[in-house]
C-alpha cells in the first residue's frame, strides 16, 4: 500500500473500470438487506460505495455494518459508471477497513438551533451545505487574484496593525501596541494603498478587516475579508465600470466552476446569470431617495439608506444596482466631491439584489491638497497622524480611485445564504468568538 495521498473522488470519473482505495469519512448509510449503501466524502465530493454481502469477506462486511455518521475509514473497490450519482461513477467495494470509529456526533439530522451549531463550528464545517459555501468562497477568492492579476496589477499587502482610524472611530478595534501606544486593528486597507498606487499603478489588497460592530445583524462580521483595489488616474465612471466588469467575472466563474456546490445550496441561478450578461443599472442618489419616497419610504436628502432601502431600490432588478454621488456629509473624509455639485461625492455602493444589500463601497479620492487638509479638519481628525496621507497630494498628485468588496457579503449572495456567519469558516461576531 503506497504513503501518498488517496486519489479524490472528484477524480474518479476518469478511472472507471479500475480499482481504486480511497480514504475518508461516512457521510451516510442505508441498508437494504444483503446490500449496504455507504456514503463516503472526502472532502472533494461524495461516493456511493454499495457492499454486496456474498461479494465480499466476511470480515469487511461485519465492518461495513458498524460504521457510523464520521467514522472515518479506507475502502477499496473498483469505479463503475452510475449516471444517477454526483460524478456519475459509484464504487463497487471489495475490501474495508474502520480507522476511528466515531461516538456521538453531535451534529444528528434533526433541526439544531443556530446557537447549537455555531458552538460547534469546528464540526458543523463538515456538513454539505458549509462545505458548499467554502467551496464558493475559495472559487470567489481566486477568481478575484486571476481578475487583477490577468489585468497587471501588483499585490501590495496593507498593514493589519495601523497607527489610526480609516472608515471612523466608532468601530475600532484597540489594542496596546507598546507601553505607552495605542494601536487599531485595520478598518480597510485603503489609505496605504493610495500612496501604493502612485508606486505601481495598479493595486489591490486583499486581507482581514476588523470593524467592532456593536448590533447584531446578518450583514456584519466584526473580522471579514476585504479586497480593495485603487487606480492611479482613474475616475469615478471608470471605477464603477470596473466595479461591474469585476463583479460579473466573478459571478460567471462561480457559475461556471461551483455547479455541483450551488446545486447543493439549491442555489436559482437566474439572478446570477443576468448579472453576467446585462448591464448594471446606475441611479444617483438624489434619483434614488425620489424613488424610496414613491415607495412610501419617509426618506430626504442627507439621509443613509439601511437595508430596507437598499433591498427596495433594487427591487424589480435582476442584477446589482449601483447607487452614486451621496451626500458628502455622511461620507467618509477622502470622497471627492462632485466638482459640478459639492453636495454630494464622486462615491458609489453597489447594492447586490435578492434584499443581500451593499456588496461594494468607493469612491474617487480627493486628490487636491488643500482640499483633503479642510476635510480632515472638519472630521475633527488627528492631523499628525494623517502627514504622510496628505504627502501622496503634495508630491506628483494625480486623480485616483478604488473600491473594498467584502468577501462574505459576495459569497453570500452567490450562495443564497442570507446570513455572513456561514460565510466565513470561523465567525467572529459581537458575543461570539468561540471556537
Ligand atoms: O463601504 P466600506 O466601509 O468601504 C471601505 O472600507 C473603503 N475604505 C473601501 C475602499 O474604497 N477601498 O466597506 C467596503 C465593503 C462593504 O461594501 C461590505 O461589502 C464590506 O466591505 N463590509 C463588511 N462585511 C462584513 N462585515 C462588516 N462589518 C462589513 N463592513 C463592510
Ligand atoms: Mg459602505
Redesign the pocket.
Known sequence: MSNGPSPSISGLSSRVGETVTLKGWLYNRRDSGKIRFLVLRDGSGYLQCVVVKKEVPEEVWEASGELTQESTLEVTGVVREAPRQEGGVELGVTGLTVLSLCRDWPITPKEHGVDFLMSQRHLWLRSSKQVAILKVRSEVESAIHDFFHSREYTKVDSPILTPNA??GTS?LFETQYTEDEKAYLS????LY?EPACAALGKVYCFGP?F?A?KSKTR????E?W?V?P?VAFLEIDGLMDLAEEFVKELTARVLDRRKEDLKRLERDTTVLEATVSKRFPRIDYRDAVEILKGKGFPVEFGDDFGGDEETALTQGFDTPVMVTRYPTAIK?FYMQPDPKDPDVVLGL??LAPEGYG??????QRIHDHDLLLSRIRQHELPLEAFQWYLDVRKYGSFPHS?????L???TAWMSGVPH?RECIPYPRMLYRIYP
Open positions: 480609516c472608515e468601530n478598518q480597510s486597507g485603503q494603498l478587516t470593524r460592530e450583514r456584519h462580521l466584526r471579514f476585504m480593495e485603487e467618509s455602493d453597489m451593499e456588496i461594494i463601497g468607493g469612491s478604488g473600491f473594498g468588496m467584502g462574505e457579503r459576495f455572513l
